[in-house]
């Protein structure tokens, strides 16, 4: 039996087109049939993903991410992905170690050092977290990315103030 990679691209279209106007379990049906076609569709897998996401459903989020990465073991957004999907779950950690390999494969991914900053922060990791934030700035700013570039700013400020005000109320003792 001939099976055509066209159709896999075709239902990967569909699901987009779905996807984007916001009809969730109809993006998964598409993407779920371009992975049946293709078994080894890393990008449906992906965008598959995304869908169950959009969905909150983080487990089935997170098995598409993985399968995605068992296909394409260095694909930094893949990694980006779980480190979200772990940060919403509330597992820091495993989302920070994400965030990790997703910086390593791809160092200049304003976005990844913000969510690892606020992860780091969640943590209770201040330092960490203003080292991640100043990078993400610092690329945000080299992509021309105005308003998330003024929001981490902003993070950045709001952060130091919470982190000096104990220091002064120490010495003011």
């Known amino acids: 039996?001939?099976?055509n990679p066209d159709l896999a691209l075709a239902y990967l279209k569909r699901g987009d087109h779905h996807y984007s106007q916001g009809d969730w379990h109809q993006a998964i049906a598409n993407y779920q049939q371009a992975t049946r076609f293709r078994p080894d569709y890393?990008?449906?897998?992906?965008?598959?993903?995304?869908?169950?996401?959009?969905?909150?459903d983080f487990g089935l989020a997170q098995s598409a991410y993985?399968?995605?990465?068992?296909?394409?073991?260095?694909?930094?957004?893949?990694?980006?992905?779980?480190?979200?999907?772990?940060?919403?779950?509330?597992?820091q950690q495993a989302a920070i170690n994400h965030y990790n390999q997703a910086i390593h494969l791809n160092p200049h991914h304003a976005k990844t050092y913000?969510?690892?900053?606020?992860?780091?922060?969640?943590?209770?990791?201040?330092?960490?977290?203003l080292n991640d934030l100043q990078?993400?700035?610092e690329l945000f700013q080299?992509?021309?990315?105005?308003?998330?570039?003024?929001?981490t700013l902003l993070l950045?400020?709001?952060?130091?103030?919470?982190?000096?005000?104990?220091?002064?109320?120490s010495h003011a003792g």
């Open 135 to 137: 990078k993400a700035s």
């Open 42 to 56: 890393a990008s449906a897998y992906r965008h598959l993903g995304h869908a169950y996401c959009r969905l909150r």
């Open 1 to 3: 039996m001939h099976i």
């Open 66 to 91: 993985y399968r995605a990465l068992d296909l394409q073991p260095d694909h930094a957004g893949s990694y980006y992905n779980l480190g979200f999907v772990f940060a919403r779950q509330g597992n």
């Open 142 to 151: 080299a992509h021309c990315r105005k308003g998330d570039y003024q929001q």
């Open 156 to 169: 950045i400020e709001k952060l130091r103030s919470l982190v000096e005000k104990p220091k002064l109320l």
């Open 114 to 129: 913000f969510n690892r900053g606020l992860a780091h922060l969640r943590l209770g990791n201040s330092p960490e977290a």
